[in-house]
């Protein structure tokens, strides 16, 4: 070799190995779901496009990313540039000035992300998070049991229908059971379903001064039916269940419906999983006929704490992950069924989608049906559709739903559930100061 060519490979090594120190470095702060890890697979066609950014993943089960997220972004620690946070932290996180707005050029296109994802994570007009994967809730039932009941599922049931459905397709003999619904305890677990069948019974967690609302009427029959559903028509040990629990059961045959969030739909007609796959209907969670539907409205985002130094490079990988482009990426990779779900008007008019997931049109209504700036009958002060978005909320919220499992399980009555959730929710907004 010559010397004039050592001098060269050995320059070329050190331009390399300068551009690899000036690269900066982005660590995501991750939830493990199946979307996620997707992501981090495909980050590879990111860096190529911008070699002057690596990055670096700190993938968490969702309750310890949550400890983790909400400990450094309080405290502005600075241990992750971008954080995946949910529909409700936004709202509360941005009021704060914990999160840095986005802002995206044309290309992007902004329109286009669904109103109802979009409007949840937009404060005083301004965007604080991007949605990767978007989902409300349905009913998911049993065609063939529908069908051999002799009734006929409309595309907008009522909750009477359902509580007619589940009586005519119980068969407790043959552990068959009318409806599946969660009951485990937790505020983003059986509060989440309860939160938004209050909704359409026209109950709300607060009045417009933040009074607790449990010792009104409109809970007192929400909570009845619900208890009466599913300790007459549902399986038992139903207070233990949430949504893995209740998947499971549907995927053996075991619930003739099953109101959960939108993403099961993929599951429960997937041949390689349900044994009920070809027998499956969709519909729109049911109402009580006062406008408002019992469905939710959830969402994965990235967004990026106040704490970061690196806000441009973290915005370019946002404005990527959450864009029309990576869902084209998903589609070329593992096909239109795998593209994250539930954030864009334009995945939903694509033909192929609609092709490959024959749920995708009953979950755009879902979505579009919720709404998180106004989501009971009557008005509220808050945000958020099954839950409330104020710090005090997780605590609340888990009390509260211990309460309601406990009356499912028969161990309270309903009286008692509510009267102990109304003590208990006013004593933690007077320690809050929302009311005297």
């Known amino acids: 070799?010559?010397?004039?060519?050592?001098?060269?490979?050995?320059?070329?090594?050190?331009?390399?190995?300068?551009?690899?120190?000036?690269?900066?470095?982005?660590?995501?702060?991750?939830?493990?779901?199946?979307?996620?890890i997707r992501m981090q697979k495909l980050t590879g066609a990111f860096t190529e496009a911008n070699p002057d950014i690596d990055v670096e993943w700190v993938t968490m089960e969702e309750n310890v990313l949550r400890q983790k997220v909400t400990t450094d972004i309080a405290t502005k620690g600075g241990q992750y540039d971008i954080m995946t946070i949910g529909t409700y932290e936004v709202p509360i996180w941005s009021k704060q000035g914990w999160l840095v707005p986005l802002e995206f050029d044309d290309s992007y296109d902004v329109d286009d992300l669904l109103p109802a994802i979009r409007d949840g994570l937009t404060t005083d007009g301004e965007l604080y998070a991007a949605p990767f994967y978007g989902e409300s809730s349905m009913v998911m039932y049993r065609t063939d049991l529908m069908e051999e009941a002799g009734l006929e599922m409309p595309d907008a049931p009522t909750w009477d229908f359902i509580k007619q459905?589940?009586?005519?397709?119980?068969d407790k003999e043959n552990e068959v059971y009318g409806i599946c619904l969660r009951g485990k305890a937790g505020w983003g677990e059986n509060m989440a379903f309860l939160s938004a069948m209050a909704n359409s019974y026209g109950a709300r967690w607060f009045d417009e001064e933040w009074n607790p609302q449990f010792d009104g009427e409109a809970w007192k029959a929400t909570l009845t039916d619900y208890v009466d559903l599913m300790q007459n028509y549902g399986p038992p040990g139903a207070s233990s269940n949430g949504f893995n629990e209740n998947l499971a059961l549907f995927q053996t045959g075991k619930c003739g419906m099953w109101i959960d969030a939108t993403v099961?739909?993929?599951?429960?007609?997937?041949?390689?999983?349900?044994?009920?796959?070809?027998?499956?209907?969709?519909?729109?969670?049911?109402?009580?006929?006062?406008?408002?539907?019992?469905?939710w409205l959830w969402a994965w985002n990235l967004g990026i704490p106040a704490g970061s130094a690196k806000t441009e490079a973290a915005q370019k990988f946002i404005a990527w992950a959450t864009s029309k482009d990576y869902a084209?990426?998903?589609?070329?990779?593992?096909?239109?069924?795998?593209?994250p779900p539930g954030t864009?008007?334009?995945?939903?008019?694509?033909?192929?989608?609609?092709?490959?997931?024959?749920?995708a049109e009953m979950t755009l209504e879902s979505?579009?049906?919720?709404?998180?700036?106004?989501?009971?009958?009557?008005p509220v002060p808050y945000v958020g559709v099954q839950f409330v978005a104020i710090p005090e909320f997780q605590g609340i919220g888990t009390a509260v739903g211990q309460q309601f499992s406990a009356a499912l399980a028969g161990s309270v009555s309903v009286d008692q559930a509510l009267q102990t959730s109304q003590m208990l929710t006013q004593r933690e907004m007077m320690k809050g100061g929302y009311i005297k």
Do not use: C
């Open 264 to 295: 099961a739909a993929s599951f429960v007609t997937n041949p390689d999983e349900s044994q009920v796959a070809d027998k499956v209907g969709f519909a729109l969670a049911p109402d009580k006929g006062l406008g408002k539907r019992s469905n």
């Open 344 to 359: 864009r008007k334009s995945l939903y008019e694509n033909p192929e989608y609609q092709e490959a997931a024959p749920f």
């Open 165 to 170: 459905a589940a009586e005519a397709m119980t």
């Open 1 to 36: 070799m010559t010397h004039s060519k050592t001098i060269g490979l050995a320059f070329g090594a050190l331009l390399a190995s300068t551009a690899l120190a000036g690269a900066e470095t982005l660590t995501i702060a991750t939830v493990n779901n199946g979307d996620m």
């Open 328 to 339: 084209e990426l998903v589609a070329s990779e593992e096909g239109w069924a795998n593209v």
């Open 367 to 378: 979505i579009n049906a919720a709404d998180p700036t106004n989501p009971a009958v009557d």
